[in-house]
T-cell receptor
Framework: GQNIDQPTEMTATEGAIVQINCTYQ??????LFWYQQHAGEAPTFLSY??LDGLEEKGRFSSFLSRSKGYSYLLLKELQMKDSASYLC??????????WGAGTKLIIKP | IAGITQAPTSQILAAGRRMTLRCTQD?????MYWYRQDLGLGLRLIHY???????GKGEVPDGYSVSRANTDDFPLTLASAVPSQTSVYFC???????????FGEGSRLTVL
């Protein structure tokens, strides 16, 4: 079966750096997405990786290793507004998205 | 820029009633999706449409139906609601350079 694993919850301190990991087992691979979802709101697109390596976008970076079935989202200079759930999703060979359950990130002052 | 509009935003419904959740997009995206999101679970695909006039079943289609008469509208119907359909429902469309999803604000449905 297809599976996406990510930690349920993480806690970090304002101003610090946090890495949220995502491992996947899917039928084929056509890209990996990270979305941010604040409580009570809709998910919003953060990043996309289709080739191995690091994609940087401001304070957020996303890394992909296709051979390991592994990605991480790196958040730098954490701000209180970064408190949210972070969803990892993989597009499989049928171009369908397989979603992880999300990682709830709690930022403490 | 409206993006994707869902209605209603919240609804309490008696079991056995019929309910239609509305979804409209103004981005002219071909592909649209309906997901449900439940605590502790990932987004689960109910139905999708790759283009106007076509629909397909997702991971959890039972008890739900959709139609796609035109590019902009993609309503989701619960023919006879049951308590297990209590959830937050998100409509989405895909577009952009990466085909990322754009989500509506969600419809919170409670079936009693």
């Amino acid at each position: 079966g297809q599976n996406i694993d990510q930690p349920t919850e993480m806690t970090a301190t304002e101003g610090a750096i946090v890495q949220i990991n995502c491992t996947y087992q899917t039928s084929g691979f056509n890209g990996l997405f990270w979305y941010q979802q604040h409580a009570g709101e809709a998910p919003t697109f953060l990043s996309y990786n289709v080739l191995d390596g690091l994609e940087e976008k401001g304070r957020f970076s996303s890394f992909l290793s296709r051979s390991k079935g592994y990605s991480y989202l790196l958040l730098k200079e954490l701000q209180m507004k970064d408190s949210a759930s972070y969803l990892c999703a993989v597009r499989d060979s049928n171009y369908q998205l397989i979603w992880g359950a999300g990682t709830k990130l709690i930022i403490k002052p | 820029i409206a993006g994707i509009t869902q209605a209603p935003t919240s609804q309490i419904l008696a079991a056995g009633r019929r309910m239609t959740l509305r979804c409209t997009q103004d981005m002219r995206h071909n592909a649209m999706y309906w997901y449900r999101q439940d605590l502790g679970l990932g987004l689960r695909l109910i139905h999708y449409s790759n283009t106007a006039g076509t629909t397909g079943k997702g991971e959890v289609p039972d008890g739900y139906s959709v139609s796609r008469a035109n590019t902009d509208d993609f309503p989701l119907t619960l023919a006879s609601a049951v308590p297990s359909q209590t959830s937050v429902y998100f409509c989405a469309s895909s577009g952009g350079a990466t085909g990322e999803l754009f989500f509506g604000e969600g419809s919170r449905l409670t079936v009693l």
